[in-house]
């Protein structure tokens, strides 16, 4: 059993940073597949990125130079570094794992329940 806990989620400043951690508390499946998801407001819930059980990363295109997303294999930890964080990044971040069999894109198996982020201008 995959159990996802987010964490790091607060109200920052434009402009400011922030890292969010994903830990899996369950079952280690150390080749998952692990990403990052966010849904804004009124809004459908958005791929962010995700990173492979080799640290290979895909970023969608909307978060390309500011979202840097790595991986602790041995504390079974996935992070999020947001930086120059802009008011239309608020939102519930999410994090999603699968196996690397599955595409995370459009099939991600297990989601945590989310942390929020909330940007001021």
């Known amino acids: 059993q995959v159990r996802l806990v987010e964490s790091g989620g607060g109200l920052v400043q434009a402009g400011g940073s922030l890292r969010l951690s994903c830990t899996n508390s369950?079952?280690?499946?150390?080749?998952?597949?692990m990403g990052w998801y966010r849904q804004a407001p009124g809004k459908e819930r958005e791929y962010v990125g995700s990173?492979?059980?080799?640290?290979?990363?895909d970023y969608s295109d909307s978060v390309k130079g500011r979202f840097t997303i790595s991986r602790d294999s041995r504390e079974n930890t996935m992070y999020l570094q947001i930086n120059n964080l802009k008011p239309e990044d608020t939102a519930v971040y999410y994090c999603?794992?699968?196996?690397?069999?599955?595409?995370?894109?459009?099939?991600?198996?297990?989601w945590g329940q989310g942390t929020q982020v909330t940007v001021s201008s």
């Open positions: 999603a794992a699968t196996p690397s069999s599955s595409n995370i894109r459009t099939n991600a198996m297990y």
């Open positions: 369950g079952r280690a499946f150390i080749t998952f597949v």
């Open positions: 990173i492979s059980w080799n640290g290979i990363r």
